[in-house]
Nanobody, 129 residues
Framework: QVQLVESGGGSVQAGGSLRLSCAAS????????MGWFRQAPEKEREFVAAISWSGDNTYYADSVKGRFTISTISRGSGKNTVYLQMNSLKPEDTAIYYC???????????????????WGQGTQVTVSS
């Protein structure tokens, strides 16, 4: 099992920026996909962004494209940290953001939550108008 620990959430005014981090530890995969999802109150969890193990492939939800950037840095021994840089934040970006890991190669199904076996505890992002 992979342990994921998110950090970097907080409160910001509309137009501001935040950077979320997700540190992976424990069992590691030789190939994997990492994703960020979010869940607003009384709404279903939705896909935000995903990245392949090499960092060569990324995909974004239309609602965040051009404003958010996902990236990954290897810390050696198969451990990676995944970042989500969020710029031009809007009140509708307010949600709990979750980091997730899938022990499989990149594929088009990276947008689906059921593809991910490991999840972090979530970090709150609040954007005020």
């Amino acid at each position: 099992q992979v342990q994921l620990v998110e950090s970097g959430g907080g409160s910001v005014q509309a137009g501001g920026s935040l950077r979320l981090s997700c540190a992976a530890s424990g069992r590691t995969f030789s190939r994997y996909t990492m994703g960020w999802f979010r869940q607003a109150p009384e709404k279903e969890r939705e896909f935000v962004a995903a990245i392949s193990w090499s960092g060569d492939n990324t995909y974004y939800a239309d609602s965040v494209k051009g404003r958010f950037t996902i990236s990954t840095i290897s810390r050696g021994s198969g451990k990676n940290t995944v970042y989500l840089q969020m710029n031009s934040l809007k009140p509708e970006d307010t949600a709990i953001y979750y980091c997730a890991a899938a022990g499989k190669d990149w594929s088009a199904s990276a947008v689906y939550a059921y593809e991910y076996a490991s999840w972090g505890q979530g970090t709150q992002v609040t954007v005020s108008s």
